[in-house]
Every structure is written in structure tokens, then in C-alpha cells.
């Protein structure tokens, strides 16, 4: 059965850092790219990083790049999200899935499989 689990979200100030975790389970992490995505209170779901093992390419939304880095360690079979010099804007549940096309695709229908999402906050 094929499982993502996040966790690392947490409160923080503006300016903190946060590292998140995406666990995978039932599969093999290397064979697919997996993306980043965050949804705040009423607003759609956005793809925030991505990365892959087709091109060894990563992705990152602007709002995010120099400042959220993305990586992987196939041995543990995760993927993190270190986000630093967070900002109130930051605040959303954070969401882990994978692309079985291991291409980062810009579309959200293509990601197939979804944890439940870790909550992230910045505030003061």
C-alpha cells in the first residue's frame, strides 16, 4: 500500500526554520518525483518545490526560492523541505506527493498519491 507521511511542521517565528519530512512507504521512492504543495484557509492548493530523479532537477515556486531547499535520501526513502527565513505568508498545511511520471509535472492532477498534510504557522 503505497503511504506518505509528513511531519516537522510546527509554530515559528518570522524568520525561523522549519525542516519538514515525507515518509514513504509500499513503494520505491526513487522511482518517482515527489513535489511539495501547501494549502492556506481559502485559498487552492499551490505547488511550492519538486524534485526529481529523471534530470536530477528541482523546482520552486518564486515565492519560495532562496529560502526552502529540497532534497532526498533514497536510502530512508524521504524527502524534506528546509525552509528557512520563513515569513507569515509561509502559514498553510504542507502536503507531500508523488509524480509516477518522475517528471515534476505543473499540473496537480498528475500527482497521484497525497499525505494527510503537516501544518506549518509563522506568526509572532
Known amino acids: 500500500q503505497v503511504q506518505l507521511v509528513e511531519s516537522g511542521g510546527g509554530l515559528v517565528h518570522p524568520g525561523g526554520s522549519l525542516r519538514l519530512s515525507c515518509v514513504a512507504s509500499g513503494f520505491t521512492l526513487d522511482d518517482y518525483a515527489i513535489g511539495w504543495f501547501r494549502q492556506a484557509p481559502g485559498k487552492e492548493r499551490e505547488g511550492v518545490s519538486c524534485?526529481?530523479?529523471?534530470?536530477?532537477?528541482?523546482y520552486y515556486v518564486d515565492s519560495v526560492k532562496g529560502r526552502f531547499t529540497i532534497s532526498r535520501d533514497n536510502y530512508k526513502n524521504t524527502v524534506y523541505l528546509q525552509m528557512n527565513s520563513l515569513k507569515p505568508e509561509d502559514t498553510a498545511v504542507y502536503y507531500c506527493a508523488t509524480d509516477p511520471q518522475n517528471y515534476c509535472s505543473d499540473r496537480i492532477i498528475d500527482f497521484d498519491s497525497w499525505g494527510q498534510g503537516t501544518q506549518v504557522t509563522v506568526s509572532s
Open positions: 524534485i526529481n530523479t529523471r534530470h536530477v532537477g528541482t
